[in-house]
């Protein structure tokens, strides 16, 4: 007979290593702070003055701060092009000068908050960090403080992939395709 302990167990493992690789997970308050700086640099006309006057428009977050992916949400309601990061440094590779990109980091036992990247090149990174302990790092440094998630900000589709701006094309030949090949198996089940 197997005990209470050993069936609870797993869940409460299983439930433990989702909320670790979750970008919920990693919901604070310097999430928000880092959109606005974001949407002022990319949108000025249709952003808000001042911050305050942006968390009314946004909202209180019932967490008390902002996950990755409530990020993503809101930067395209504001008409941003987005794509999560989960992964290695080599994603950091996709980012380019023109590109912002909010990053969760962590350092000296923090548990991780955002920051915004605002350019990166082959030596150096420049980042916004609401603590405003770090501005210009290293590419190595900041290799080590991410921790795998992000969000890329563009004002046009992006393409992680190639780490270039993609094209509005593909994702019209596909949903044409997409379209035909619904059609073709409606007309053939009315068919028969």
Known sequence: MTSLFTRVCPFIVVIALSLYTNPNAFADTRGSECLYLALRVMKPAETPRSFKQFQQLLGKSPKGGYSLTELDALAQKNGLFTALLNGGSDQLETLTANRLAILHIAHDGDPGHFALC?????????????????????????????????????????????????SRVPLYISLVTAIFIASALVFWRLRK
């Not at 190595?140 to 900000?153: F, I, Q, Y």
């Open 118 to 166: 605002t350019t990166m090149n082959q030596q150096v990174a420049s980042l916004f960090d609401p603590l405003g302990d770090l501005k210009n790092v290293s590419r190595a440094r900041l290799g080590k403080l991410w921790t795998g998630k992000g969000l890329v900000l563009s004002d046009s589709p992006i393409d992680l992939r190639s780490g270039q701006s993609a």
